[in-house]
C-alpha cells in the first residue's frame, strides 16, 4: 500500500485517495469483478416461480447488505467529522521534541470527529449532553490523537467507575428511556452518590452542554499530560481548542425544538460551512506547569474533575487548526476512525492521572469489538502517513502483504530488521519518572475537594447563566421520579451554592437543604461564556417575504449581511421567485412549511403579499415570537412594522427598526453578533 514517505499537510489527503473508488460511468460488477447483466430481478424458476440459490449475484448483494452494520461505539455514537489541516505558530521546541511542534509554520493533516456521548448512532444532535472533540494528527513521526471533550474536566476520577457512569446515564434498562438524555432517575441517583461528579455537574446544567455549533465550542484534552523535550526534560502539559467564532449556545428550550426540527442540526451546519468554504477554525492552546512546581496549587494536577484556572496557568495560543474538507464517505472515515488516547508521538507523554490510565486500556480494546479485529490500523482512515513494520501477523481482514520468512525479533535471516530505534533516530522511550509506592485500591487525599473548583464555577457565571443552570436542574432532576433521589441532588449542591439549590428544591417540590456552601469566593472570568469572541460571520439569518417588498432596501440590508460573512435564506410562503416594487427578483430557499425560527440566529421581518395574508402574518408572528423567546436578534424592515406589532415581541435589547435607526444594517448586523439578548423580557 501506500507507505510512501513524502509528507505535507496533504498527505493524508493523497494517501487516502490511493483508496477511493469513483463508481460514476463504470460497468456494474460482482465483488469478484464480474460484469452483471441483471441487477432488477432474481434468478427464478419460471416468471412466477421460486428464486434459486444458484443466483449467486442475489446472494452476494443480499448477503453484503445483511452485515453492513457493525456495532456502534459504546458512548460517542453519534458524530461528524472533517479533514483539516494544522498550522504551528509558535515553537515548542523548548518543551517538547514532538516534530510537528518543532518549526513555525509547518502543517499537518488532522482529522476531526465532534460527538455526543449518551446518545445512540441516530440520536438527535442538541441534547444536553458533553460533546467529544477528538482530533487525529497525522504526523511525520506517527498519529497523535487529541481524544477531548467540549469541558475541561470529567465526571469521575478514576476509570473503574466509567462503566458505572456510563450505565447510570445511558437509556435505563428495564424500559430503554429516555434516549440520549441524562434527565433521569439513574444518573441522578449516581450523581448524589458519587460526589466527585460535583464540578463537572456544574458544567453539565449550564449553556456548554448545548452548543449552538461545533465550531463554536471550545475543546479540552482534560488530562495532564507531559511533555518532553530533546534534553529530556519534562513540563505537565494540558491541552485546549479555542474556536476562532467564539463560545456560543443554544437555549433549551430551542434546543428541544431543534432536536425535531431537525435531528442532524450540528452535522448540517459543519457540512454546509465547510461546503461554503467557511472553514471552521480552532487554535491550539497548552497551558504548562514545571515538574517542580507540581505540588504548588489548590487541586491535584493529577485530578480529572480539576481545571488550572487561565488565570493562574494561562493559555499560550501555539498553532491553529482548520477544517476545510468534507468527508466522501461517512461509515469509510467518520464510522471506521479509531481515535485512542495513547497514540502519541515522541515528546508528548502521559501523567499518572488515574482516569487516563485507565483510558490508555479502553480505546484499543473497544476497537478490536466495534472494529472487529486487531487490523483496524490498517482501515485507510487510520493509517499513518509515515512508513509503519512490525513483527504482527494475520487477523480478519489483514490487507499488509508482508513478504519475507521472518516475523520476529531479534532475528538474524533478516539482519534483526525491522529494528528498533534509538531515542536519537526517533525511537519512542517513555520518560523515566520516579515512581514509589505501595500497592493499593485508594484516592489521594488531595483528590478529596469536590466543591471548590464547582463554586468557582458558578461564582464566575453572569446573572444569565446562573438563571439557565438553576433552570436546567430544574428540569433534569424534576424528571427524577423518585423523591428521594431529587432531595439527595438539592443536598449534595447546597456544598456548591445555597441560593442555586433553594431555588431547585422549590421548582421541584423537594425540602430546602441546610447544609453549608463552600466558602470559594474568588471567580476565574475565563469559565463565563459573555467574555468570549462576538462575530457576524456565519450567523444563519431568515428574511421574511411576501411580495412587493422594498427593493432597496432589502437589497442594501441582505449585500451588507453576506458582506459580513453571514448566511441569507429567503423565507415565504411557497417556493418560486418574488418580485419588489422596484422589480427586483429574487428566489425563495425555504418556506414556513420547510424551516422554523429555531433554526436560525437571526430574523428579518420584510413582509409583502401572498395569496392568504392571514397565514402569511401568522407565520410570521410565530417565527418572530418564538426568535423574541430565544433572546435572538430580530430586524424589522420598513415594510415589516404592522407584522411586528402584531406579535408579542416588544421593542428593546436585540431588536433593530428600520424606521428608527440611523444605520439599520450595522446596528443590525452588530445585534446579530453578539449572539443572544439576555436582558430582554421574554416574559412579557
Ligand atoms: Fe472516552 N471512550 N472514555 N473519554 N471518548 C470512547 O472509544 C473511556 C473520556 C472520548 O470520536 C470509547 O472508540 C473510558 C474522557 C471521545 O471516535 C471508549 C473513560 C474523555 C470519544 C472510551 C473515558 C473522553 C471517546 C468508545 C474513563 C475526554 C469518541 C468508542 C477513563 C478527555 C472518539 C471508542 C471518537 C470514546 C472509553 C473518559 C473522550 C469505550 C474508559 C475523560 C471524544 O473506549
Redesign the pocket.
Known sequence: MNNNHSFDETSKDKQLETFRSYEKGKKLTTNQGLKVAEDEHSLKAGLRGPTLMEDFHFREKITHFDHERIPE????AR?YAAHGEFELYKSMKDYTKAAFLQEPGSKVPVFT?F?TVAGSRGSAETVRDVR???VKFYTEEGNFDL???NIPI?F?QD?IK?PDLIHAVKPEPHNEMPQAASAHDTFWDFVANNQETAHMIMWHMSDRTIPRSFRMMEG????TFRFVNAEGKAHFVKFHWKPKLGVHSLVWDEAQKISGKDPDFHRRDLWESIERGQFPEFELGVQIIEEKDEFMFDFDILD?TKIWPEEVVPVQLIGKMTLNRNVDNVFAETEQ???H?GHVVPGIDFSNDP?LQ??LF??T???LI?LGGPNFHELPINRPVCPFHNNQRDGYGRQTINVGQVSYHKNSLADNSPSTSTEKEGGYVHYEEKVDGRKIQARSDSFKDHFSQARLFYNSMTLAEKKHIVDAFSFEVGKVKDKNVRQQVVDMFVNVDKGLATAVAQAIGVDHPDGEESAVAETSPALSQETTAKLPDTRKVAVLLGEQFDGNELESIVTACLDAGMVVDIVSDKFGIIHAENGLAIEVDETFLTVHSVLYDAVLVVGGEVDNPTKFKKDIINFVNEAFQHYKPIGVASTGVSFFDASDAEVGSGIVMADESNNFNNDFIAAVAAHRHWDRNIYG
Open positions: 461505539r459504546v458512548v460517542h458524530g470527529r460527538s467529544g472533540f477528538a481524544v477531548g471533550n470529567f469521575i476509570a466509567f479540552f484534552g482534560v488530562h480529572a476512525v479509531a481515535f488516547p482516569l485507565g483510558r479502553s480505546y480494546d473497544t476497537q466495534r
